[in-house]
Nanobody
């Protein structure tokens, strides 16, 4: 079973930074593309960023220039560094493992709250 556990969320002032971590179990972690998603209250879940097994990244427009997605395959961990946070970034952030083009596993989420 692949298990994803997020950490690093919390309360931060606008303009501040947080680094989210997602620790994964499973023997195929290094082969998976990974994604960070977020869901704000009353809104649908949206993609924040994706990273391929080779380390290439793509970001949602709102994340470009502010968020950085990285992975450490040796540690079975991915990270989302979030800088210049805005109140509209407030959401539950989820880590996901992609398998052959679809989300196969979700983490339980970590709350990020950005105050004005």
């Amino acid at each position: 079973q692949v298990q994803l556990v997020e950490s690093g969320g919390g309360l931060v002032q606008a303009g501040g930074s947080l680094r989210l971590s997602c620790a994964a179990s499973g023997s195929i972690f290094s082969r998976n593309a990974m994604g960070w998603y977020r869901q704000a209250p009353g809104k649908q879940r949206e993609l924040v960023a994706v990273i391929t097994s080779g380390g290439n990244t793509n970001y949602a427009e709102f994340a470009k220039g502010r968020f950085t997605f990285s992975r450490d395959n040796a540690r079975n961990t991915v990270y989302l560094q979030m800088n210049s946070l805005k109140p509209e970034d407030t959401a539950v952030y989820y880590c996901a493992a992609h398998l052959y083009g679809t989300v196969a596993y979700w983490g339980q989420g970590t709350q990020v709250t950005v105050s004005a």
